[in-house]
């Protein structure tokens, strides 16, 4: 009996815990980071913080990835990404709190020459991505790659 008690008071605990989170967010303005893509190449990017994880995002030439997060988290106000692309390109960087920006709304652009802050010519971390262009590696249509036919699949007669 006394661990069914425990069990209800953590319980409704626990659901005064997200009503108290909900109503913050609901009161709360929410932060924004817009990562936009204009290097010539496709860029895998994985945006993360020590609570939140938002896995890969594949990102072609001019494209752009947006996320939003609430400062109601303690200990998730430092948002970081890990750029990755083609030719053994990697970078990591900061895109809120620590060494970057902490305003409300922040737009990234990464370049072949670096990562810019709110417009292309405010460059805040020099890199140097070399690729060739992508007429040389890109494929025009799945018709002009020389595919051998796949198995035919062929039912057991048991």
Request: a neutral charge; glycine letters at 6%.
């Amino acid at each position: 009996m006394k661990f069914f008690v425990i069990f209800i008071l953590i319980i409704i605990g626990e659901v005064q815990t997200r009503r108290y989170r909900k109503m913050n967010e609901l009161f709360q303005r929410a932060i924004t980071i817009t990562i936009h893509n204009h290097a010539e190449a496709n860029v895998r990017i994985r945006c993360q913080s020590i609570k939140t994880d938002l896995l890969d995002r594949f990102l072609g030439p001019m494209s752009s990835f947006r996320f939003q997060f609430y400062d109601i988290d303690r200990g998730n106000l430092h948002f970081w990404c890990d750029a990755y692309g083609l030719f053994g390109f990697f970078e990591s960087f900061d895109v809120f709190g620590r060494s970057a920006s902490t305003q409300r709304n922040v737009t990234w652009f990464l370049k072949n020459d670096g990562l810019y802050l709110e417009n292309v010519s405010n460059r805040k971390i020099e890199w140097q991505w070399v690729y060739p262009p992508f007429e040389t590696y890109a494929i025009e249509s799945i018709n002009s790659i020389d595919i051998s036919s796949l198995p035919v699949w062929v039912p057991f007669q048991g």
